[in-house]
C-alpha cells in the first residue's frame, strides 16, 4: 500500500517561504504523477501543483509563479515562495487514492 508523510509546514509571514516535503514509500519515477493539495479552512480541498513522470508541472493559477513542485528519489518537495494569506490551509500529498495525513501551513500578516 502506497505511504505518503509530508513535512515541512509551519508558520510564516506575508512574503515568506516554506518548503514542504513528501517521502514516499516508492520512487517516484514509477508513479504517473504525484499531486499536492490544500484545504483551506471552510473550503474544499483544491489542486495545488502537480508532477508527472515526465517530469511535465502543472500548477493552480493562484500559486503559478510562486510554488514549484519538483521531485527526487522518493520524495517530492513544493518550494513556496512570497506566501500570501490565502496560502493558509492544510496541505496533503496526493497520488492514484493514497492520500498522506497532512502539513499545517499558517501564513500571518
Known amino acids: 500500500q502506497m505511504q505518503l508523510m509530508e513535512s515541512g509546514g509551519g508558520l510564516a509571514q506575508v512574503g515568506g517561504s516554506l518548503r514542504l516535503s513528501c517521502g514516499l514509500n516508492?520512487?517516484?519515477?514509477?508513479?504517473?504523477?504525484v499531486n499536492w493539495y490544500r484545504q483551506a479552512p471552510g473550503k474544499e480541498r483544491e489542486l495545488v501543483a502537480r508532477?508527472?513522470?515526465?517530469?511535465n508541472t502543472q500548477y493552480a493559477d493562484s500559486v503559478q509563479g510562486r510554488f514549484t513542485i519538483s521531485g527526487h528519489s522518493d520524495t517530492v518537495y513544493l518550494q513556496m515562495n512570497n506566501l500570501e494569506p490565502e496560502d493558509t490551509g492544510v496541505y496533503y500529498c496526493?497520488?492514484?487514492?493514497?492520500w498522506g495525513q497532512g502539513t499545517r501551513v499558517i501564513v500571518s500578516s
Open positions: 508532477l508527472s513522470r515526465s517530469g
Open positions: 516508492e520512487l517516484i519515477s514509477n508513479l504517473h504523477v
Open positions: 496526493n497520488t492514484f487514492d493514497s
